[in-house]
């Protein structure tokens, strides 16, 4: 049983006759009768066209019929918006609020594949959907209803995805003005920077605001992640559509931009301008590095798992390799991830920390001591030959924990599976 329904009225032009208010009137009664027992939600779709007047008058509907409209309707969620997206999203915000994932769509047959496409543009794979046909009369009484679009047209698909990137751009930003840290030892010749949690669209607790990642296990879809991307790219002045994320996967692979893209990768290099590279993270390092002699660049993910595999110092090596840098010109930022004070580990996972050095660990005789992934990645790379003064870990905001400051940052630790995900990002100036 769905735990939301939704009646799709958006655009259906009821004329004034009485057994069309009256085949309204039944639906509604129906869709009431067998959901409102289970479902939480039911919503109506744009009904401001619902009215027994004619020139002002009542004569083709008796006030029984008019009454009990009024009284079902009263029964129903109204959501009345100038288009799809903004309808959509507006009950998106409803279900979120609610905590509802299972939802029965009602709506006239030829618009299902419309919807649809909207549907998928705005909502993730944490929501189920199941389609209903309504048989409604249209505009000169009972009618046929026009044969279902199977297909949407490319243009269509164009069309939808513009209306919603156009409604999303016009949302106000939560949480604050969008803020971007950066570093005094990054070189002016590229651009770079963390990003906090406000200043974006994102409206669920634990995503909101700036979340900039979207993922099928997540409430918030591409979609607004894409407009939080856009809205970081306009502050910090790079090209969003020239923008690579890491593929996280724990290791510490590395792509080179510009060679074949590996299924997953925990590092990025590149000498290209104007293209950025991002690293995410939500408690685990995001990592920039630059070389202002070769013009170089690289991002780094680093969590548990990646520090011990090296993947700092293997993002050092492969601009080393592929760009001819030198050691001592790369300087290394790590961005805001969780402090020694919130992560723990089981102690015998906590013993290759304690090996590479006994200060990476608090308390290391618990079942559980806590891990300085940041002490760590620093020994790693100075390990490396990188210069202890050409890397940042400790100053300004980049050093506080993520998990201890929900106002500024995400957390996993902190916040469970639906944690929002911020990021590091650099580019060469073009």
């Known amino acids: 049983m769905a735990e939301a329904v939704l009646i799709d009225l958006f655009g259906l032009k009821l004329n004034s006759q009485k057994n069309c208010h009256l085949t309204l009137l039944k639906t509604l009664k129906a869709v009431r009768y067998h959901h409102a027992a289970k479902a939480k939600f039911l919503c109506?779709?744009?009904?401001?066209?619902?009215?027994?007047?004619?020139?002002?008058?009542?004569?083709?509907?008796?006030?029984?019929?008019s009454s009990g409209l009024a009284d079902v309707l009263r029964e129903f969620e109204i959501v009345s918006s100038s288009g799809l997206a903004a309808s959509l999203y507006t009950i998106k915000q409803r279900l979120d609020e609610k905590d509802l994932t299972s939802i029965k769509v009602i709506l006239p047959v030829h618009r299902k594949a419309l919807v649809k496409a909207f549907i998928d543009r705005l909502f993730?794979?944490?929501?189920?959907f199941e389609f209903e046909d309504l048989q409604m009369p249209l505009r000169g009484g009972l009618l046929k209803q026009p044969t279902e679009m199977n297909m949407i047209t490319a243009q269509e698909l164009e069309e939808i995805q513009n209306e919603i990137e156009t409604y999303l751009r016009s949302l106000p930003a939560l949480k604050g003005e969008l803020t971007i840290i950066t570093s005094p030892i990054i070189p002016d010749i590229f651009i770079h920077g963390f990003t906090t949690r406000t200043g974006g669209i994102s409206y669920i607790p634990t995503l909101s605001s700036f979340n900039l990642f979207s993922s099928s296990k997540r409430r918030d879809p591409k979609a607004v992640v894409q407009e939080n991307l856009r809205r970081l790219a306009n502050a910090a002045g790079f090209d969003a559509e020239k923008f690579y994320r890491i593929k996280t996967d724990h290791g510490s692979d590395i792509w080179i931009l510009g060679r074949k893209e590996p299924e997953s990768y925990d590092g990025i290099t590149t000498n290209q301008k104007g293209v950025t590279i991002a690293a995410l993270g939500a408690d685990c390092i995001p990592i920039v590095f630059a070389d202002p002699v070769k013009k170089a660049c690289g991002v780094a993910h680093s969590g548990w798992r990646g520090t011990l595999l090296g993947v700092a110092m293997?993002?050092?090596?492969?601009?080393?390799?592929?760009?001819?840098?030198?050691?001592?010109?790369?300087?290394?930022?790590?961005?805001?991830?969780?402090?020694?004070?919130?992560?723990?580990?089981?102690?015998?996972?906590?013993?290759?920390?304690?090996?590479?050095?006994?200060?990476?660990?608090?308390?290391?005789?618990?079942?559980?001591?806590?891990?300085?992934?940041r002490k760590a990645t620093r020994i790693l790379l100075e390990q490396g030959g990188v210069l202890p003064q050409n890397i940042q870990d400790l100053n300004r905001d980049l050093n506080l924990c993520t998990s201890c400051?929900?106002?500024?940052?995400?957390?996993?630790?902190?916040?469970?599976?639906?944690?929002?995900?911020?990021?590091?990002?650099?580019?060469i100036r073009e």
Not at 44 to 65: A, P
């Open 314 to 373: 293997a993002t050092v090596n492969a601009m080393i390799a592929e760009y001819g840098c030198r050691v001592e010109d790369v300087t290394v930022v790590l961005g805001p991830s969780i402090g020694p004070c919130c992560f723990t580990l089981p102690k015998e996972t906590a013993k290759a920390f304690h090996n590479l050095d006994p200060k990476c660990v608090r308390l290391f005789d618990s079942p559980n001591p806590y891990i300085d992934l």
């Open 44 to 65: 109506l779709m744009d009904c401001s066209n619902i009215s027994c007047e004619k020139d002002g008058t009542r004569d083709n509907c008796d006030l029984e019929t």
């Open 124 to 128: 993730t794979d944490v929501y189920t």
């Open 405 to 427: 400051h929900p106002d500024k940052f995400f957390s996993h630790v902190r916040d469970g599976l639906n944690f929002g995900t911020q990021l590091g990002f650099i580019s």
